[in-house]
């Protein structure tokens, strides 16, 4: 079992930064990969970022390649999402998640297994 939870969303104007931390309990930690994924008002909940259980690969989705970056640190059972240029359409609730599967699915929200109760983020134009 792995618990999730979200910190770090808010408001900020286009153009800004946010960092989004995700902190996991459990001892396995390293055992996941983790994903990034938000949920825009009205739209399906799709995939941002993923990093494989040791850090060593990433993925991201084309509309957030060059501005986000994931990343983990699996002494402290955190993983990360630095976002830079911010733009009105990063406006969703994004959400961590763990998978049993490697990152070569990290694309498929189907793939996880346990999910936090997300962090609001909204930037103004």
């Known amino acids: 079992q792995v618990q999730l939870v979200e910190s770090g969303g808010g408001l900020v104007q286009a153009g800004g930064s946010l960092r989004l931390s995700c902190a996991a309990s459990?001892?396995?930690?390293?055992?996941?990969?983790m994903g990034w994924f938000r949920e825009a008002p009205g739209k399906e909940r799709e995939f941002v970022a993923a990093i494989s259980r040791g850090g060593g690969s990433t993925s991201y989705a084309d509309s957030v390649k060059g501005r986000f970056t994931i990343s983990r640190d699996n002494a402290k059972n955190t993983v990360s999402l630095q976002m830079n240029s911010l733009k009105p359409e990063d406006t969703a609730v994004y959400y961590c998640?763990?998978?049993?599967?490697?990152?070569?699915?990290?694309?498929?929200?189907?793939?996880?297994?346990?999910w936090g109760q997300g962090t609001r983020v909204t930037v103004s134009s």
């Open positions: 459990g001892r396995t930690f390293s055992s996941y990969a």
């Open positions: 998640a763990a998978s049993r599967s490697s990152i070569a699915t990290g694309w498929d929200k189907h793939k996880y297994d346990y």
